[in-house]
């Protein structure tokens, strides 16, 4: 049996080793990405909401990239949102930007109260393709 993987990408930003955890976890051909948010490289959030979002799908994007993965293996996605009405339609237009094409993976919205300062996170499970 495989051992899970910690994978980060290149720019692994302050928040993983503030909070400890890691980027992404492989676990033969599933890649495990823990929620990313619109952060600068030191930690702190992007104040524009829609770069926010923009930079979010950066950050997913590169950790995609790290393990070999873009958005097209993404088979599950689940976005946690502080103001989930005012904000969908900011997030729909930056998802339809980068993940324009069918198939499109699963998708779960969750309206929260707390981001840590963030406004908007994304996770996600990719299948990893074979080498």
């Not at 909070?19 to 952060?39: C, E, T």
């Not at 992007?46 to 958005?71: H, I, K, S, W």
């Not at 969750?110 to 990893?128: M, N």
């Amino acid at each position: 049996m495989t051992r899970p993987e910690a994978v980060f990408p290149a720019d692994r930003h302050e928040l993983y080793q503030r909070h400890r955890y890691s980027a992404a976890i492989r676990s033969g051909d599933l890649l495990f990405v823990s929620g990313q948010v619109g952060s600068r490289a030191d930690g702190s959030p992007e104040p524009d909401f829609r770069r926010q979002v923009e930079q979010a799908f950066a950050n997913l994007t590169a950790v995609l990239a790290a393990a070999g993965c873009t958005l097209r293996d993404v088979v599950d996605v689940t976005t946690f949102h502080t103001d989930p009405q005012a904000q969908l339609e900011t997030v729909m237009a930056v998802r339809n930007s980068v993940i324009p094409t069918d198939p499109l993976p699963n998708w779960t919205a969750v309206g929260v109260t707390w981001l840590a300062g963030f406004d908007f996170e994304i996770k996600a499970i990719a299948r990893i393709p074979a080498a």
